[in-house]
């Protein structure tokens, strides 16, 4: 059993073992320290036990002691000063443990891909060697990311417990402690529009370096939020050149194969720039179309031809792994979720599925096959809300997390803004309309000035121009609003690792692929996010051919820039399919800046679809799709 010395009734509720105190700390998540004098100037003994192995399981709880607290946006986070610095601190501290122990940095993120190692004691299925325990193409994906969240959230509050501890007995430190009552793990919203002026990228996640009080005061340290430095890096665990080499996590690698290689996070804000209003659309269609839950969350193509709703949540967390890492570690299975990006990036997915949730709690996971292989599972082995989510567990006796038992956030000790203070589906269809159901500007560049047109609510003006009088009756159109989406099918594992399809409304140079991810007719990018092939050795992943994915790019917000610059006569449905016959393209290529003929892309499909949309009359409800 170890020990630290703390402060006070604050600090005995930190600990993830006495619940009793829970009811206590609630008057304390709103207030200051000051609003406590009786908290300054003590210390108690605090209980800070892990369940780390040594003496059987670790057992994934999530941060309890408190009311279930919410998860913010790292920005709304990163104003809560305090919080943030314990954050900061916290999260170095979590990335210096040596990496041969079990709840270090690098081997709890060596459970989402490589090193392709039993955690926890659950070893792979029989005859299983690759990939990682991660389920991908199945129901299973979005709950089983949930319990691999909470671990990493839970081990993190243990490191800033003692950033809290590590100063001196006194006020500053009480107020620390207050602090982390509330702190929960943020997550980043690249959908949403940033604050004015501002990149979808935040400079908390592109700076090499971050200021932040210590005990010793004020000091400039390495970001934890830029990249992960390897104390050491194994062949071994990562066998692929220049995985095998790089010292540290990239995004957008500058220097190809070679160990100086660098991260270009000047290229890779504006890359997420341009993709954030099809982000944001594919994800407004999906709160407010999807109400199948396989559909919603699984990209595998296996409703047929004729599907409508060819989009998922995989699909769109597939995007941002592949332009976010642009040929570094988030933009491969295998590797990603060594960088830190991924954990916010999840954190946001976990969040979208949750809110999704409360809008259809009675929807969930079925039985289906699985289409490809985890650590122990096996390709066409029926899954359902009871299969277990390895390497988990929620005892001692060896009891696993399963979808089931991990539905509600709350039982993993927080929650989320939008479902808080007594939220009910009004409020969070009102939260959703607000964030994500607007327009875009004429330009989805960086500095593009957003005025949102909320073409979805009934109420908000619409340009009369877009939408002419009917040429014989000279009436306006009905309130109906007619969507466009190109739905997109491909093979998964047909390019040995990771792509993208870039989709293009006019002119574009289609034998520069550098120019592809930024280029001002860019409708959106839909990536392909894969783990990298095994050898004829069996070192790797054996990929199971022929798996087909699917997703979209929303058309609609471009055609609108397009009618308002003149480009796209009307908005008239003959004028729009003439426009797209005559402007419509799309690229595929490799994150390494390679193009690839679309023809040489197995099973590569894309077909327009359109949808008449009657909008809502008021802004706490959805449009309704034809």
């Known amino acids: 059993m170890r020990y630290l010395r703390l402060s006070l009734r604050a600090l005995l509720l930190l600990s993830l073992h006495h619940t009793a105190f829970a009811a206590a700390a609630k008057p304390l998540l709103n207030h200051q320290v000051e609003d406590f004098p009786e908290l300054v100037g003590h210390d108690i003994l605090l209980d800070r036990r892990h369940s780390d192995g040594a003496s059987g399981y670790t057992i994934v709880t999530g941060i309890q002691g408190t009311s279930p607290q919410p998860r913010l946006e790292i ?17 170095t501290r979590f990335m ?41 193409l199945s129901q299973l994906l979005l709950p089983w990311h949930r319990p691999y969240l909470a671990l990493y959230e839970q081990t993190l509050y243990s490191h800033i417990i003692a950033a809290v501890n590590s100063f001196p007995a006194g006020p500053t430190r009480t107020k620390y402690a207050i602090a982390a009552l509330s702190w929960r793990h943020p997550y980043w919203d690249w959908a949403a529009d940033p604050p004015a002026g501002q990149s979808v990228y935040p400079s908390s ?28 890096v194994s062949r071994d665990d990562f066998y692929y050149d220049p995985w095998s080499e790089w010292s540290s996590t990239l995004r957008d690698p500058l220097g190809g194969q070679v160990e ?53 949540l995989e699909s769109i967390h597939d995007v941002i792994h592949g332009i976010t890492g642009s040929g570094g570690h988030m933009t491969y299975l295998d590797y990603s979720a060594f960088d830190p990006i991924f954990w916010l990036h999840h954190t946001m997915i976990d969040r979208s599925f949750a809110l999704w949730q409360a809008l259809y709690p009675d929807i969930y996971v079925q039985p289906t ?63 959703i309309n607000r964030l994500y159901g607007g327009d875009s500007s004429p330009s989805n560049s960086a500095n593009a000035v957003i ?14 121009s877009l939408f002419p009088r009917d040429p014989v009756t000279a009436a306006r159109p009905k309130p109906l609003r007619r969507e466009y989406i190109a739905n997109i099918v491909s093979e998964k594992f047909a390019l040995n690792g990771s792509y993208a399809i870039y989709v293009f409304l006019g002119d574009f140079n289609s034998n520069d692929p550098s120019c592809w991810p930024t280029n001002p007719n860019l409708v959106g990018t839909h990536a392909i996010f894969a783990a990298l092939p095994g050898d004829s050795e069996g070192n790797g992943m054996r990929m199971n051919s022929g798996v087909r ?10 055609l ?60 706490d409800q959805f449009p309704k799709w034809e």
């Open 549 to 558: 994915v699917m997703g979209t790019v929303p058309l609609t917000s471009a």
């Open 560 to 619: 609108l820039d397009k009618a308002k610059t003149g480009d796209l006569k009307g908005l008239r449905k003959g004028d729009v399919e003439e426009y797209l016959r005559g402007n419509l393209g799309w690229s595929v290529g490799m994150f390494d800046g390679t193009a690839v003929p679309n023809d040489q892309v197995p099973g590569l499909n894309l077909k327009v679809v359109g949808a008449d949309v009657q909008p809502a009359t008021t802004g």
């Open 369 to 431: 096959r699985i289409f490809q292989n985890s650590f122990t599972i096996h390709q066409g082995q029926v899954v359902d809300a009871n299969t277990p989510l390895d390497p988990f567990h929620s005892d001692q006796n060896g009891t696993r997390w399963t979808s089931q038992t991990a539905r509600s956030t709350r039982t993993f000790g927080y929650t989320y803004p939008e479902l808080a203070n007594n939220a009910n589906i009004s409020s969070i269809k009102a939260a």
């Open 96 to 136: 210096a443990t040596n990496q041969t122990e079990k709840l270090s940095y690098y081997q709890i993120a060596g459970i989402h891909g490589r090193p392709y190692v039993p955690w926890d004691g659950v070893g792979p299925g029989e005859g299983i060697t690759a990939p990682g325990y991660c389920i991908h």
């Open 205 to 232: 996640i592109s700076n090499p370096t971050v200021t932040v009080k210590m005990s010793n005061g004020t000091n400039t340290i390495p970001n934890p939020l830029y990249s992960y430095t390897f104390h050491s």
């Open 451 to 464: 005025q949102p047109l909320k073409r979805f609510i009934d109420n908000t003006p619409v340009e009369p």
């Open 260 to 312: 100086s290689a660098t991260s270009q996070n000047n290229l890779v804000g504006p890359i997420l720039d341009y993709a954030r209003v099809s982000s944001r659309d594919r994800l407004y269609n999906l709160f407010t179309f999807y109400s199948n839950f396989s559909e919603f969350g699984t990209e595998s193509y296996t409703f047929g031809a004729d599907v409508k709703n060819a989009d998922s």
């Open 75 to 91: 920005r709304q986070l990163e104003k809560n000063v305090d919080q943030w610095n314990l954050f900061m601190l916290g999260l």
